[in-house]
């Protein structure tokens, strides 16, 4: 099955097969071709060009998207789409001042969201889910990666990883697992957390290794949840069981959970809110992807991420929606992309290569998804009429994308 799109306004975000990421200054180009061609051909993006190099190709569809610009999918590498019912009950508490962990302590937080899933059947728990990938994707989220950590018994962990896996199967787009047990001591260990370590180690990441169901390890490495030392010793173990890690660091203290995950070649650090120099500093030079979650910074009433200093200063940065009920209830990509660049002062270009091919690196889908390039997917975002992508972020709240094509299939 062949596609083309023609005299598409300007085609953004080309990159050379090969290049896993952006950073430092090279954040800010955005390279594109205006007045463009695009071939799909199986659901792979198979040519691209300037329309006049348009091939005279039989195509079984030709589509004509004049005014219109076209872009990569957002990839949204830190989200907890799987979970059961909502905190809205929270709300208003949080407007009234109270903060994450004193609302965690009143009952609700992270413990809360593990009740009610703890309760839900996992066929609930999937249709609860599902609406929520399906709205993502019609806001322009091509690839995601979803953690498990509200179940935190090793029966409600398996079953939030069964609802990814079989979310993985009926989607067309790249979905990544990632194992959260460390997401908080449920209240059964509440007086002995090494005994809520053993589980985790010694029985959930056996278990969960044995039956593919993650790709990836994470720890809430925090105060009052998991110490640095508890973080390694999780790394570690996943580690032996091929789970890169993917961590939770820095949201409210540093304390040197940076250094320990970037020791041991974690895949991305998230969160980042509170940072010292000498965090950005251990960031250098590492293959480790920081990842920003400004809807959580929006959410919650916490910093920002220091994007601006830490592009600034040579690294790369990664833009992800954290979808969850407690800190960030919103799966909106175009939001986050509007929120860097309007609290964090990333411009346009940094901001959509943010969200793009860094996403994709640090979802390990760097060869699949997060740019225009020969052979990958053809997972992709037609704008509305607009005169500049810069009017993505601008226009905060609204959306500018006409149309999402999943491996070359319009879902919207
Ligand atoms: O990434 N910080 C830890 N985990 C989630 C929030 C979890 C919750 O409050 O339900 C986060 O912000
Ligand atoms: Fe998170």
Redesign the pocket.
């Known amino acids: 099955m062949r596609i083309l799109f023609k005299n598409i306004k300007e085609l953004i975000q080309i990159r050379e097969s090969g290049i896993s990421f952006v950073s430092g200054s090279d954040m800010s180009i955005l390279p594109n071709i205006k007045n463009a061609f695009l071939l799909v051909e199986d659901g792979l993006i198979s040519d691209f060009g300037t329309m006049d190099a348009c091939p005279d190709t039989k195509a079984e569809q030709v589509i004509d998207v004049t005014g219109q610009m076209m872009m990569p999918t957002w990839c949204d590498s ?1 989200t ?1 789409i799987v ?1 059961a019912g909502n ?1 809205e009950s929270e709300f208003v508490d949080k407007i009234k001042g109270l903060t ?1 962990q004193e609302i ?1 302590n009143k009952g609700g ?2 413990l809360n ?1 593990a009740k009610k899933l703890q309760k839900l059947s996992e066929a609930d728990l999937y249709e609860e889910s599902k609406v929520r990938l399906e709205a993502v994707i019609a806001m322009g989220t091509g690839a995601v990666e979803i953690k498990s ?2 179940g935190l018994t090793v029966e409600s962990e398996l079953k939030m990883l069964s609802v990814i896996k079989q979310l993985k199967k009926n989607y067309d787009l790249p979905i990544k697992a990632t194992f959260l047990g460390a ?1 908080a001591v449920p209240k059964a260990y509440v007086n002995d957390k090494e005994g809520y370590m053993q589980l985790i180690i010694n029985e959930m990441i056996p278990l969960i290794s044995e039956a593919n169901l993650a790709d990836y390890i994470d720890v ?1 490495c ?1 105060t009052g ?1 998991f110490s640095v030392e508890d973080t390694q010793r999780i790394m570690q173990a996943g580690k032996a069981h091929g789970l890169e890690s993917k961590i ?1 660091v820095n ?1 409210f203290n540093s304390i040197g959970g940076v250094q320990i995950a970037v020791a041991h070649k974690a895949l991305s650090v ?2 980042l809110e509170e940072m010292t120099d000498a965090d950005i500093e251990s960031l250098k030079n590492t293959k480790t992807m920081p990842v920003a ?1 400004p809807g ?1 910074s929006f959410f919650l009433s916490i910093p920002y991420t220091p994007g601006r200093k830490m592009i600034d200063d040579g690294l790369p940065l990664a833009l992800a929606t ?1 979808y ?5 209830p919103s799966g909106n990509m175009n939001f986050v992309v509007s929120a860097a660049c309007i609290k964090m002062k990333l411009t346009p270009e940094e901001a959509i290569n943010a969200a793009t091919i860094n996403g994709a690196y640090a979802m390990g889908l760097e060869n699949q998804v997060g740019s225009i390039t020969r052979g990958k997917l053809a997972n992709l975002i037609v704008t509305k009429p607009i005169n500049s992508y810069g009017f993505i972020p601008y226009s905060f709240g609204e959306t500018q994308i006409d149309k999402v094509y999943i491996k070359g299939q319009q879902i919207n």
Do not use: M, T, V, W
């Not at 969850?324 to 960030?328: E, V």
């Open positions: 830190h907890h979970y905190r994450y965690a937080g992270i969201s950590g509200y997401h809430f925090e949840y939770h949201q998230d969160h979650l959580c954290d969850n009920p407690g800190s960030s």
